[in-house]
Nanobody, 123 residues
Framework: QVQLQESGPGLVKPSQTLSLTCTVS??????????WSWIRQPPGKGLEWMGA???????YYSPSLKSRTSISRDTSKNQFTLQLSSVTPEDTAVYYCARTHQGYSDYAQYDYWGQGTQVTVSS
């Protein structure tokens, strides 16, 4: 079975860079034709797709976050990472990594999710 697990600091100071890692087990992040996404949910709000990295290594970003977001991967560790720069308190959210084989914005298309990790932006 495929499992995803988020990890990283739970507290980040404003203006700093938020960095999270998703570790995948039970399947390779290079397997055709899966896409690996970062999704977040601020308190009291809905899910927001942030971006994804494909099996090929190609990346895709939400237009609203593209200028601050970078997704990369380490295939030797079967991990992919999220970096969100210049964070503010509005970036406080539960952050998820998840897998889909078709599309990015329809959450029903995601077959595996991590448990989520809380990240708070505060000084």
């Amino acid at each position: 079975q495929v499992q995803l697990q988020e990890s990283g600091p739970g507290l980040v100071k404003p203006s700093q860079t938020l960095s999270l890692t998703c570790t995948v087990s039970g399947g390779s992040i290079t397997t055709n034709y899966y896409y690996w996404s970062w999704i977040r949910q601020p308190p009291g709000k809905g899910l927001e797709w942030m971006g994804a990295i494909a099996y090929s290594g190609s990346t895709y970003y939400s237009p609203s976050l593209k200028s601050r977001t970078s997704i990369s991967r380490d295939t030797s560790k079967n991990q992919f990472t999220l970096q969100l720069s210049s964070v503010t308190p509005e970036d406080t959210a539960v952050y998820y990594c998840a897998r889909t084989h078709q599309g990015y914005s329809d959450y029903a298309q995601y077959d595996y999710w991590g448990q989520g990790t809380q990240v708070t932006v505060s000084s």
